[in-house]
């Protein structure tokens, strides 16, 4: 977007501080409800901003949406078809809300009990700054990309946040990364599709290397593959759509049609595509503020916690998810994550 300012109606946009892509959107209005319906009326400038940023939007001076968590239902709604009701996908009982289902929580506080990663070993890069590149700093992923059709669009706020220099969410534009893929990977990945499995039914390299026997899974449960090239279904743009080792069935993959296994030539290239895309350049760092939304599309991007004092402050997020667009790679295709059996979606998982 350069570096001009664009106002209208209640909305002034420009470009993030320190981001090689994504758009800030700062909002003037008097009440959370003033808020929500200016994004509301301004509906189709907030997507197409949102494209032409690479897929990343933060809103700012949305402080009230914190006393009010169905507000953040409709404003997901602005971003596609359908906003995720949590009660029926692959999601643990502990990170629902307690009075609207579309709404996903995340906090270190009970009963969600949600931990922050661990800090990277060692904390900094060689030269004092804070890491970001895939294997020093982890938990680069899409979300629930192991469901086909994997979700659009995720919706971020922050409740609760830790001080600024602490729990940030980082986003890796996997366009630009692509772009600045050598020829030969280029070539070597085009047609290729990564395995994606939930994290928690033993195909981890961890579960891997530890011997343990994968979980018994139902249909709906089952890993699932996913191009390594995602062409995006709005922009036309190619991107990589991969995600961390843990987020990779390591029994059957990571990569289909190359050697298995976590030492094998599909968890090799896997890493190299992994540390490729968070180099420095392609990352933006968000240092929360409260009433922060942000707007990350799965669909071109990667992101990743980071860690925060867990003992020392509390933290609380919600989380959306829209659905809806895809992409051709997947029209027309029922979802793989609903149960055709009558049991719940997590039915053998209640533990997780």
């Not at 891997?208 to 191009?227: E, F």
């Amino acid at each position: 977007m350069g570096d001009h300012i664009m106002a209208a109606n209640s909305f002034s946009f420009g470009p993030l501080d320190n981001a090689p892509f994504g758009v800030l959107a700062t909002i003037d209005a008097g009440s959370a409800e003033a808020a929500v319906n200016a994004m509301l009326g301004a509906g189709a400038q907030l997507r197409s901003e949102l494209n032409k940023a690479g897929g990343l939007m933060v809103v700012r001076g949305l402080d009230g949406l914190r006393h009010a968590p169905g507000e953040l239902v409709r404003i997901s709604r602005i971003f596609g078809p359908e906003v995720e009701n949590y009660h029926g996908t692959l999601t643990a009982a502990r990170f629902f809300h307690d009075e609207v289902p579309e709404v996903l929580v995340l906090s270190n506080m009970a009963p969600c009990n949600h931990p922050p990663p661990p800090r990277p070993d060692p904390p900094l890069t060689q030269d004092g700054a804070f890491p970001v590149q895939f294997p020093q700093r982890g938990n680069w992923h899409t979300d629930q990309s192991y469901r086909r059709p994997p979700p659009d669009i995720t919706l971020l706020f922050g409740v609760t946040n830790p001080p600024r220099d602490q729990g940030q969410t980082l986003f890796a534009d996997c366009t630009a990364a692509l772009a600045a893929l050598d020829p030969d990977t280029r070539r070597k990945i085009d047609g290729l599709s990564g395995i994606h499995a939930p994290s928690w039914i033993g195909r981890r390299p961890e579960d891997v290397r530890a011997g343990m026997v994968p979980k018994a899974l139902l249909a709906h449960q089952q890993p699932q593959r996913q191009p390594l090239v995602r062409v995006h279904p709005v922009t036309g743009l190619p991107s990589l759509y991969i995600c961390e080792e843990k987020q990779m069935d390591h029994v059957d993959g990571p990569i289909e049609g190359l050697e298995t296994g976590v030492d094998g030539e599909g968890a090799r290239l896997l890493r190299q595509l992994l540390a490729h895309a968070t180099q420095p350049q392609f990352v933006y760092v968000h240092e929360w503020q409260t009433g922060d939304l942000v707007i990350g599309d799965n669909r071109c991007l990667l992101h990743a916690a980071t860690w925060y004092d867990a003992e020392m402050y509390p933290r609380l997020m919600w989380r959306t998810t829209v659905m809806g667009d895809p992409g051709a790679e997947y029209r027309g295709e029922a979802k793989s994550w609903i149960p055709q059996d009558g049991l719940a979606p997590m039915h053998g998982m209640e533990d997780t």
